[in-house]
Structure formats: structure tokens, C-alpha cells
């Protein structure tokens, strides 16, 4: 069982928006500024596409944005696209014994 | 452009040992803290261990500690992963990853390796 809680699946219509939810705890989200999302697309690594709960590498789409409140994190795609297809994940510093904690991931679908 | 390039991986039986290394490129390594990152066959990503960038600090997940030890060698830009007594639950694909910055705490990857596969089984 994952550390990070996410939907197993969400899905959209191409040119919507969907938010995908990350629930955590005070040991993770809750404590920290340290949430980071990528996107996996099947048989490649995975993408940082943010970090630090709201700030986007370079060359990364601002159709991808993020926020937290409390225990939980939330990452929006806005216009979707074919390609936004594939797993994401949400990870972040944890003070457990162990340092870094993801999600189980969330498949998202663009009908 | 930076490059991760792991290598190493195999079949192995339980309670056996494998050594995996990750060679880098394009970016200098050493101000670079390195983790390993896996991902079981149809699951999700699971974080294994990290290193700082001068070596003296490591950090390992429960379900590894004690059995998996990860160095670096920054003389030859390199990470690896020692993993001993090797069971069924540590088959996955085992990703080399940087993290983001060299500068302040950083709990994010930025580059990612295309991984090794290990498989555990008798």
C-alpha cells in the first residue's frame, strides 16, 4: 500500500480539464513544500513535470499546473490532449523512516 | 544532454547478489545527490535509496534497508546499487534518477535512466 493515496483512474474529453488528488498526511504533504508529479507514458520513464507543489521544469506546458492545501496535494491538466495520456504519479519528502514516498499512481484517460 | 545508463540487471535466485551500475554523462556529477527508484512489473514507482553528493549520507526505504547499500564513485561519475540477500518482492525495474538541484533540499528527480530490469526467482 502506497504511501500517498491517489485514484486509481480519471478521465476526460480532449480540450477539458481534469485534477488528480494526492492524499498524504501531516509526515508528508501536510508537512512540507515538497511535492513533486511526473507523468510516465507506458514502457518510458517517468517526467518531472512539477516540483516543489507548483513550479514547472523548463519546456513543460503551463496547461499543467498544481496546488496543495492541508494533506493534500492536487495536479490540474487543463486542455487535454492525446498525448497527456499515461500513468502519474505524486511524490514527497516524508520525516517516516524512509526519505521519499510516491503515489500509486493514477492512469489517466483521454476519451 | 544528461545522460543515466544503468546496467547490471539479471535473473537471480532468492537470497543472491547483484550489483547495479549507473553510468552518467553530460552533466557534472559530483554536486549531484543520486537515488535509485524502482518499479515492480504493472505497479508503481517505489523509492529505494539516495546518496548525497559527496557519499557520506544515505538514506534507504524500510523494505531494502539493511540488504541494498548504495555508493557512488564521483571520480568516475558513476552510482551503484550492491543489493544482497535478494527476494521475489525486490523484482522490478530499477531506475537511476538525479535530483533537481544542487543547491538546498531537494526531494524531486529530474532525470531519469531507462532502467534495468532484475528479476527474482527460483
Known amino acids: 500500500q502506497s504511501a500517498l493515496t491517489q485514484p486509481a483512474s480519471v478521465s476526460g474529453s480532449p480540450g477539458q480539464s481534469i485534477t488528480i488528488t494526492c492524499t498524504g498526511a501531516p509526515s508528508d504533504i501536510g508537512g512540507f513544500n515538497y511535492v513533486s508529479w511526473y507523468h510516465q507514458h507506458p514502457g518510458r520513464a517517468p517526467k518531472l513535470i512539477i516540483f516543489d507543489v507548483y513550479n514547472r521544469p523548463s519546456g513543460i506546458s503551463n496547461r499543467f499546473s498544481a496546488s496543495k492545501s492541508g494533506n493534500t496535494a492536487s495536479l490540474t491538466i487543463s486542455g487535454l490532449q492525446a498525448d497527456d495520456e499515461g500513468d502519474y504519479y505524486c511524490s514527497s519528502h516524508t520525516t517516516t523512516t524512509t526519505l521519499v514516498v510516491f503515489g500509486g499512481g493514477t492512469k489517466v484517460t483521454v476519451l | 544532454q544528461v545522460q543515466l545508463v544503468e546496467s547490471g540487471g539479471g535473473v537471480v535466485q532468492p537470497g543472491k547478489s547483484l550489483r547495479l551500475s549507473c553510468a552518467t554523462s553530460g552533466f557534472r556529477f559530483a554536486p549531484y545527490g543520486m537515488h535509485w527508484v524502482r518499479q515492480a512489473p504493472g505497479k508503481g514507482l517505489e523509492w529505494v535509496a539516495g546518496?548525497?553528493?559527496?557519499?557520506?549520507?544515505?538514506f534507504y526505504a524500510d523494505s531494502v534497508r539493511g540488504r541494498l547499500a548504495i555508493s557512488r564513485d564521483n571520480s568516475r561519475t558513476s552510482l551503484s546499487l550492491q543489493m544482497n540477500s535478494l527476494r521475489v518482492d525486490d523484482t522490478a525495474l530499477y531506475y537511476c534518477v538525479r535530483e533537481g538541484r544542487i543547491v538546498g533540499a531537494t526531494y524531486f528527480f529530474d532525470s531519469w535512466g531507462q532502467g534495468t530490469l532484475v528479476i527474482v526467482s527460483s
Open positions: 546518496i548525497s553528493y559527496d557519499g557520506t549520507k544515505t
